[in-house]
């Protein structure tokens, strides 16, 4: 991983709560449609006790993020995982989804999900790398002409 990044978790009752959520909403508009981003909702969603979020600052800056929650008791899944386009490439997406699985790993889960564009060819790669299997391909997950694979990851 590049120049000195390192993973971090989102506590709630951080003092830099708020510059962190507000650069990752930034991020989150810049890289997703709109109908795919969390921008909206994203405080709502990291306040509920299920969920938690992981990111990587350097230099001041936050490069990328991930999301992870625990939608019942036997399943945990990874709902966002992005990093900025000129970071890509360095490794942080990799460290993300990796301290994100042991998070989730925490809880006595039987799998972990998520789902990706099949277009989005280096995120189908590094799920693959860690063991992602492709459960189904879902019409329609993205809007009406973009379909998601569903991949599983058992423990």
């Known amino acids: 991983?590049?120049?000195?990044?390192?993973?971090?978790?989102l506590q709630r009752n951080s003092t830099n709560w708020t510059v962190v959520?507000?650069?990752?909403?930034?991020?989150?508009?810049?890289i997703f449609p709109k109908h795919e981003s969390l921008a909206r909702s994203f405080d709502e969603e990291l306040k509920k006790k299920?969920?938690?979020?992981?990111?990587?600052?350097?230099?001041?800056?936050?490069?990328g993020h991930v999301m992870y929650a625990w939608p019942t008791s036997l399943s945990a899944s990874i709902t966002k995982l992005a990093v900025k386009e000129n970071y890509r490439g360095?490794?942080?997406?990799?460290?993300?989804?990796?301290?994100?699985?042991?998070?989730?790993?925490?809880?006595?889960?039987?799998?972990?999900?998520?789902?990706?564009d099949?277009?989005?060819?280096?995120a189908v790669n590094l799920y693959k790398k860690f063991g992602f299997q492709v459960d189904t391909l879902i019409q329609g997950f993205y809007s009406a002409d973009r379909p998601a694979y569903e991949r599983t990851f058992l423990k």
């Open 1 to 9: 991983m590049g120049s000195n990044g390192t993973v971090t978790e």
């Open 21 to 30: 959520v507000d650069e990752i909403v930034k991020m989150e508009k810049k």
């Open 50 to 63: 299920n969920s938690g979020l992981l990111y990587i600052q350097i230099h001041g800056q936050v490069v």
């Open 90 to 116: 360095q490794g942080h997406g990799e460290a993300l989804l990796e301290a994100a699985i042991k998070k989730c790993r925490t809880r006595t889960v039987l799998c972990i999900t998520l789902h990706v």
């Open 118 to 122: 099949p277009l989005r060819t280096p």
